[in-house]
């Protein structure tokens, strides 16, 4: 390089020559320049109160230790709390560790074995405050004809008094009917079949008769014909048949008390237009079982339902003889009083003698067979006529008919026997009678 007192050019060609540059060269002055030996030998400024660098002073990379060494003096819990510390060594974790108990935080005593962030939830205490609601206003209810609950079952019942049994008159009448069933059954099944539905119809109507003295309004109409359609399907169909038309009848049901009066009690009004179609309807139907031409080969289910009724026959007038001549102590003094143990004994050794010896007589039956069929019917029969007796002293009438004499309603005369049918049918296929 050149400089330009030489031959006055401002540009010529490049030498390639390097400067030499010096503190003491008096031609080139470089401001802010300094020794790198002279500035590594200056010490650092430490501000003696942090015993930090200065701020102006370049970034050494080093972590300030700052570690609370004493607590400070005051009553207050929270001057207890140390200041924030960066900790280094182990000696730095543990230098404040009784210092402060996080259980402050929480309002109560913390436990011994709990953990540090672990505190004890406080129990709320209740206040008993007296609510004062505004009163309800009472429900519109719609009348109804239910009565009242009393002690005694009778009072306030409509109750029919039938005239004092003859032992001459039910005798004829017990003959006379015996000798129309008999005659029936000579004829075949179908004709059975037709008095076995006039028999229900009738029966089930002495029953709504009954329910109506009584204060209910039960759907007699819709609950014959129910039954009536009932005992012609399973006389066609089998059992499969009583779901169906037990439906029909809830459905048909609703309808017919859709538009009630007010003084009507539907409840009771629908619940005994059931009841009495399930008692007679659907446990009488097993009549029909018998009589129905896909039951029992070689029409055998006339013999097993003629002999059902042979028993219960049997049964009703052994404890009418036995019990009239000999009867004191009252079967069950609440439900009938005229039912007696001795009459019930009577009964039940009538019944057996008939499956002993009579029943064999028919070519299905033997004598074994008989006896043991004998045994069932002696039990479910007079559950029958306790059964009856229940309901006759829950709605408080004497007797649910008057059709025949001496004996009372038509009902008075099955009750017995509606328990004896079921029992009868399912004994002939546990015993293979069939």
């Not at 430490?46 to 609370?68: E, F, K, M, R």
């Not at 008999?182 to 709504?208: C, D, K, Q, R």
């Not at 097993?286 to 055998?300: E, I, K, Q, T």
């Not at 043991?372 to 479910?380: D, G, M, T």
Request: charged fraction near 20%.
């Amino acid at each position: 390089m050149k400089s330009d007192d030489d031959d006055g050019t401002l540009f010529d060609e490049p030498t390639g020559e390097l400067p030499v540059v010096s503190t003491t060269d008096s031609r080139v002055t470089i401001t802010g320049a300094e020794i790198a030996a002279d500035a590594a030998d200056e010490t650092m400024i430490i501000d003696p109160t942090t015993l930090l660098p200065h701020w102006t002073d370049a970034p050494t990379g080093q972590v300030p230790i700052v570690v609370a060494r004493e607590a400070a003096d005051s009553d207050d819990p929270w001057s207890a709390i140390p200041a924030p510390a960066w900790r280094e060594g182990e000696a730095d974790w543990v230098a404040h560790e009784d210092q402060f108990d996080t259980a402050i935080l929480a309002g109560e005593q913390r436990e011994d074995t709990a953990r540090p962030w672990e505190f004890a939830e406080p129990e709320l205490v209740a206040v008993d405050e007296e609510v004062h609601e505004a009163p309800r206003p009472e429900p519109d209810r719609i009348p109804r004809t239910r009565r009242s609950i009393s002690s005694n079952p009778l009072a306030g019942r409509a109750v029919r008094q039938s005239n004092d049994r003859n032992f001459a008159r039910a005798l004829t009448t017990g003959v006379v009917l015996a000798g129309v069933v008999s005659g029936v059954f000579l004829l075949g099944a179908l004709p059975v079949a037709i008095m076995v539905l006039v028999v229900l119809g009738l029966a089930g109507a002495e029953a709504y008769a009954g329910f109506r003295s009584a204060g209910a309004h039960p759907a007699t109409v819709l609950g014959i014909v129910a039954i009536l359609t009932l005992g012609v399907a399973v006389y066609n169909k089998g059992l499969t048949s009583v779901g169906a038309i037990s439906v029909l009848l809830v459905i048909f049901g609703f309808v017919w008390y859709l538009n009630a009066g007010r003084a009507v009690d539907v409840l009771d009004g629908l619940g005994a237009t059931v009841f009495v179609y399930v008692w007679i309807g659907v446990i009488g139907s097993y009549a029909l079982l018998f009589v129905a031409p896909h039951s029992f080969v070689h029409g055998h289910g006339l013999s097993y339902l003629f002999g059902a009724m042979l028993l219960t026959v049997a049964n009703d007038s052994g404890a009418f003889i036995v019990g009239r001549q000999y009867g004191k102590r009252p079967l069950n003094k609440l439900l009938s009083p005229n039912k007696t143990l001795e009459g019930t004994i009577g009964g039940t050794v009538l019944t057996l003698i008939a499956g002993a010896l009579l029943l064999p007589l028919m070519s299905v039956w033997t004598r074994k067979a008989g006896v043991e069929v004998a045994v069932a019917i002696s039990i479910v029969v007079p559950l029958g006529d306790l059964f009856e007796s229940m309901v006759k002293r829950t709605i408080g009438v004497k007797d649910l008919g008057r059709l025949l004499p001496g004996h009372g309603g038509l009902l008075d005369r099955i009750d017995g026997l509606l328990f004896a049918l079921p029992t009868m049918y399912y004994l002939c296929h546990v015993l293979k009678l069939g």
